[in-house]
């Protein structure tokens, strides 16, 4: 076969070859742009995004406002006032409005899915759901509980309160929604008779924990009290004992611990693994009311409605970079549900001074009796419990 061809063929030839190769070219830049646009993205979004998201979903769960809605709220306090503990029960123990009942979580971008408990319990039927914490723990597992036996007011039930572990099942259902106490999630022992918060130590608590199918930690609060408050005696790091340390240091040490122990532990293909993020206090008036306080505000007394908008004007807490930093150096990073943000605007839902039988003498003294670091039920919890329902199922 012979190669040759005639001029005009020949050129044709040619001018074919060249544009050929001018398309691979532009194709070639264009690819290179792409990946390197894409390796851009990736970095910026790495560098920018606030906290880990394991969630796929398009929706901005934890960015919105907060909306008044007349069908709020879920439940009434009078349907179970022997799940929800009296300094939680608002309503019982007198406080003389109601408005904070009446808002709703509205995403930025999308529609929560409204609670369905039955649901709940169809698509949990079989399964446990464990929460693991403190007191702020507690308070979502009760709001929990209230809000699936709301939706089936027949359904027979048992409920067993202890020390560190607690009990509620939904019988015909398999369902068991539990608490375990654990306030720094690390283990804390007495040895000689002094408390010893064990940084790197954590089996005592969390054998309990193992066979749950749904896990809800949360810690935090403890890690800052002093004096009186204060949950130990010492801590206990690297087999050195500390009379104190940095805060920040010790729950960063006391977190990385339980992500080692869940990364060892916990089957994620199984186990539906989540942290709650940091709840905030509202203390401090000058954070929502531009520096002015008058004699009812000089922390959450007599706060009946969230800060409007979707930001707050005050401080975010400084424990959430300690979170973010250990959640983001997980192998299976645990769900971060993040309420920091969308809390710190309901600086009406704390108890205040309705937090159980307190004495007229300390109602009559809301500066030092004010509860603002709980929330009432029902209220706040109830939302967090919704995130929760539609980051399981949704």
């Given at each position: 076969m012979s190669l040759a061809c005639s001029q005009s063929s020949c050129n044709r030839l040619a001018s074919c070859f060249a544009v050929f190769f001018l398309v691979l070219l532009q194709t070639k830049i264009a690819t290179s742009a792409l990946i390197m646009s894409m390796r851009n993205h990736h970095n910026n979004y790495h560098h920018r995004r606030p906290m880990v998201r394991t969630n796929q979903s398009t929706c901005a769960l934890f960015l919105g406002s907060w909306v008044r809605d007349e069908s709020y709220p879920l439940y009434q306090s009078s349907y179970c006032p022997t799940i929800i503990d009296a300094e939680f029960n608002c309503q019982m123990y007198g406080r003389p409005d109601s408005e904070y009942l009446k808002y709703r979580w509205q995403p930025l971008n999308c529609e929560l899915p409204r609670f369905n408990g039955l649901e709940f319990l169809l698509k949990m039927r079989g399964k446990s759901m464990m929460f693991v914490g403190d007191s702020l723990g507690r308070n979502q597992w009760e709001s929990l509980i209230c809000m699936v036996s709301s939706s089936v007011?027949?359904?027979?039930?048992?409920?067993?309160?202890?020390?560190?572990?607690?009990?509620?099942?939904?019988?015909?259902?398999?369902?068991?929604?539990?608490?375990?106490?654990?306030?720094?999630?690390?283990?804390?022992?007495?040895?000689?008779?002094?408390?010893?918060?064990?940084?790197?130590?954590?089996?005592?608590?969390?054998?309990?924990?193992?066979?749950?199918?749904?896990?809800?930690?949360?810690?935090?609060?403890?890690?800052?009290?002093?004096?009186?408050?204060?949950?130990?005696?010492?801590?206990?790091?690297?087999?050195?004992?500390?009379q104190d340390m940095d805060r920040l240091v010790a729950l960063e040490r006391g977190l990385g611990t339980w992500a080692k122990w869940v990364d060892a532990n916990i089957d994620t293909t199984r186990t539906r693994v989540f942290f709650q993020s940091i709840s905030p206090t509202h203390y401090n008036p000058s954070e929502w009311s531009t520096g002015t306080t008058t004699a009812t505000t000089k922390n959450c007394y007599g706060e009946t409605a969230p800060v409007s908008g979707s930001t707050y004007p005050g401080e975010f807490p400084d424990q959430m970079r300690v979170v973010d930093t250990v959640i983001r150096g997980m192998q299976n990073p645990a769900y971060l549900l993040d309420i920091t943000m969308l809390s710190e605007l309901r600086k009406d839902g704390h108890p205040s001074i309705y937090s159980g039988?307190?004495?007229?003498?300390?109602?009559?003294?809301?500066?030092?009796?004010?509860?603002?670091?709980?929330?009432?039920?029902?209220?706040?919890?109830?939302?967090?419990?919704?995130?929760?329902y539609t980051a399981l199922f949704f």
């Amino acid at each position: 076969m012979s190669l040759a061809c005639s001029q005009s063929s020949c050129n044709r030839l040619a001018s074919c070859f060249a544009v050929f190769f001018l398309v691979l070219l532009q194709t070639k830049i264009a690819t290179s742009a792409l990946i390197m646009s894409m390796r851009n993205h990736h970095n910026n979004y790495h560098h920018r995004r606030p906290m880990v998201r394991t969630n796929q979903s398009t929706c901005a769960l934890f960015l919105g406002s907060w909306v008044r809605d007349e069908s709020y709220p879920l439940y009434q306090s009078s349907y179970c006032p022997t799940i929800i503990d009296a300094e939680f029960n608002c309503q019982m123990y007198g406080r003389p409005d109601s408005e904070y009942l009446k808002y709703r979580w509205q995403p930025l971008n999308c529609e929560l899915p409204r609670f369905n408990g039955l649901e709940f319990l169809l698509k949990m039927r079989g399964k446990s759901m464990m929460f693991v914490g403190d007191s702020l723990g507690r308070n979502q597992w009760e709001s929990l509980i209230c809000m699936v036996s709301s939706s089936v007011p027949q359904a027979y039930t048992q409920m067993s309160r202890g020390d560190p572990f607690s009990i509620f099942k939904f019988s015909e259902y398999d369902v068991t929604i539990s608490f375990y106490k654990a306030p720094y999630l690390v283990d804390i022992d007495v040895v000689q008779g002094k408390r010893v918060l064990r940084l790197e130590e954590i089996s005592g608590n969390a054998n309990a924990w193992r066979n749950a199918d749904v896990l809800m930690f949360n810690t935090g609060h403890w890690w800052s009290h002093k004096g009186s408050l204060q949950g130990w005696d010492y801590m206990e790091s690297g087999g050195t004992y500390y009379q104190d340390m940095d805060r920040l240091v010790a729950l960063e040490r006391g977190l990385g611990t339980w992500a080692k122990w869940v990364d060892a532990n916990i089957d994620t293909t199984r186990t539906r693994v989540f942290f709650q993020s940091i709840s905030p206090t509202h203390y401090n008036p000058s954070e929502w009311s531009t520096g002015t306080t008058t004699a009812t505000t000089k922390n959450c007394y007599g706060e009946t409605a969230p800060v409007s908008g979707s930001t707050y004007p005050g401080e975010f807490p400084d424990q959430m970079r300690v979170v973010d930093t250990v959640i983001r150096g997980m192998q299976n990073p645990a769900y971060l549900l993040d309420i920091t943000m969308l809390s710190e605007l309901r600086k009406d839902g704390h108890p205040s001074i309705y937090s159980g039988d307190l004495s007229p003498q300390q109602r009559a003294n809301p500066d030092r009796s004010a509860d603002c670091s709980h929330w009432c039920l029902p209220g706040l919890p109830d939302t967090w419990n919704q995130l929760l329902y539609t980051a399981l199922f949704f």
